[in-house]
């Protein structure tokens, strides 16, 4: 780890390299978005490593508490992925021949608006879960289950699993 750590110093600021043991991480050393050594856990990683970064640099997971809110706010991301997955159902739905060409199209428009933020936050998901840190991987996986289990029990199982991409076939 230490290789690493020197690797990943800001060349700007290289104040707080020492640590005490309450530190979460090294708000010293550059922060990482990927772990390239595989998954970590917060039992495996030391106040000596690098802190996680999460979708934008100042997302930095530097203390417990921004780490547990991250757990909650993936959470929550994933039920949303899921609640747009339910609406984008409900739209086509009301989509036939029977109403009139403009509400169709006001429709259609919509669909395809919710299938581009399905597809955004599908991805920011996949990018979480990039990160290697076990306890945001599960934190997806949670949030889609409990997403799915709010919103899409009773619709149409898929042949696809990926969260950006549920529903194409319909």
Same mark, same amino acid.
């Given at each position: 780890?230490?290789?690493?750590?020197?690797?990943?110093? !800001?060349?700007?600021?290289?104040?707080?390299?020492?640590?005490?043991?309450?530190?979460?991480?090294? #708000?010293?050393?550059?922060?990482?978005?990927?772990?390239?050594?595989?998954?970590?856990?917060? /039992?495996?990683?030391?106040?000596?490593?690098?802190?996680?970064?999460?979708?934008?640099?100042?997302?930095?997971?530097?203390?417990?508490? #921004?780490?547990?809110?991250?757990?909650?706010?993936?959470?929550?991301?994933?039920?949303?992925? @899921?609640?747009?997955?339910?609406?984008?159902?409900?739209?086509? @739905?009301?989509?036939?021949?029977?109403?009139? #060409?403009?509400? !169709?199209?006001?429709?259609?428009?919509?669909?395809?608006?919710?299938? /581009?933020?399905?597809?955004?936050?599908?991805?920011?998901?996949?990018?979480?879960?990039?990160?290697?840190?076990?306890?945001?991987?599960?934190?997806?996986?949670?949030?889609?289950?409990?997403?799915?289990?709010?919103?899409?029990?009773? /619709?149409?199982?898929? @042949?696809?699993?990926?969260?950006?991409?549920?529903?194409?076939? @319909?």
């Amino acid at each position: 780890h230490d290789a690493t750590a020197r690797c990943l110093l !800001n060349a700007t600021d290289r104040t707080d390299l020492t640590v005490s043991g309450e530190s979460f991480c090294n #708000k010293g050393l550059r922060g990482i978005s990927m772990f390239m050594t595989g998954f970590q856990t917060v /039992g495996t990683t030391t106040a000596n490593d690098p802190c996680v970064v999460i979708l934008f640099e100042k997302w930095r997971l530097d203390s417990s508490a #921004k780490f547990i809110g991250a757990c909650f706010g993936t959470i929550a991301l994933g039920v949303v992925v @899921e609640f747009v997955i339910y609406l984008r159902r409900r739209l086509a @739905e009301r989509r036939n021949d029977d109403v009139r #060409k403009w509400i !169709n199209l006001v429709l259609t428009l919509s669909i395809a608006t919710m299938y /581009g933020v399905q597809l955004t936050l599908g991805y920011m998901m996949m990018l979480i879960t990039m990160t290697y840190q076990v306890e945001l991987f599960c934190m997806v996986i949670v949030g889609l289950v409990m997403g799915h289990l709010m919103f899409n029990m009773q /619709g149409p199982i898929s @042949e696809k699993a990926e969260p950006c991409c549920v529903g194409i076939d @319909e």
